[in-house]
């Protein structure tokens, strides 16, 4: 997965904001770890093996300013962590999280079954859905083999 500069530099100049190369380093983690939900405290980790100069605190700003910008998307796993992946506008399809409550691995999985659930309830509800969030909590492979044999 590559990053489009050209559009990301659009964005960014519509909105009055620069990309500068510290910014381009935290949003090519994200491509480089596109399989990931990665925290402020992940990408820090990661930027600083590249960019020792490179703050906390510039990668929390920056967090926060490219999920304001939609390029990438903050989820909440109720672990007291803000995570990050790449918002990705283009998939007409959501994907949902799978969160172990004993490891905290997060995920993913697509079921076209919660599109037609939305479909339901939004009919019987006349309600206008717009957007859906799902998780589900519980115990990954390996965790629930752990349990097992303790």
Known sequence: ???????LRKK??????????????????????????????????IVRQQAPETGLATVYRTLELLSEL????????????????????????????????????VKEFEDDLMETLETVIARKSKFSIIDHHVKFFGYCQECQQKRETD
Do not use: W
């Open 1 to 7: 997965m590559t990053i489009d500069i050209t559009g």
């Open 12 to 45: 960014f100049h519509d909105r009055q904001y620069k990309l500068t190369p510290q910014r381009q380093k935290i949003l090519q983690v994200f491509y480089d770890h596109s399989d990931k939900h990665l925290s402020a405290e992940d990408v820090f980790t």
């Open 70 to 105: 939609d390029v990438l998307k903050k989820l909440d796993f109720g672990d007291g962590r803000s995570r990050y992946e790449i918002n990705e506008i283009s998939t007409p399809h959501h994907h949902h999280h799978l969160i172990c409550v004993d490891c905290g691995v």
